[in-house]
């Protein structure tokens, strides 16, 4: 399995960005699939994650962010409005082979793809 992220920058507060995940030889749909990640002293955080019935987003980016996936082309995407300073972080797509909720504990996924620096700042 190979996960590659993209799409971070940097972007003003109230900003949007779009990170997008590509999933090789790997099917999207059958285990969760999802976005961390990590701030500067900080563990890792489950900011959003989807399985094929459900998703999960951290309280703290409801309503701001909409993760997505495009499974003919093994595509996750997250959509990311309304960014705050605190959003900054590197973020990461992870999978899980045998979790089939979409989890936020990061030590449920298997499979990490390298990260994508976001940072939020005027």
């Known amino acids: 399995v190979q996960l590659q992220a993209s799409g971070g920058g940097l972007v003003q507060p109230g900003g949007s960005l779009r990170l997008s995940c590509a999933a090789s030889?790997?099917?999207?749909?059958?285990?969760?699939i999802g976005w961390f990640r990590q701030a500067p002293g900080t563990e890792r955080e489950g900011v959003s994650c989807?399985?094929?019935?459900?998703?999960y987003y951290a309280d703290s980016v409801k309503g701001r962010f909409t993760i997505f996936r495009d499974s003919a082309e093994n595509m996750l995407y997250l959509q990311m409005d309304s960014l705050k300073p605190e959003d900054t972080a590197v973020y990461y797509c992870?999978?899980?082979?045998?979790?089939?909720?979409?989890?936020?504990?990061?030590?449920?996924?298997?499979?990490w793809g390298r990260g994508t620096e976001v940072t939020v700042s005027s």
């Open positions: 992870a999978i899980t082979d045998w979790v089939t909720i979409p989890s936020p504990n990061p030590y449920d996924y298997d499979y």
């Open positions: 030889r790997f099917t999207l749909d059958y285990y969760a």
């Open positions: 989807i399985s094929s019935s459900s998703t």
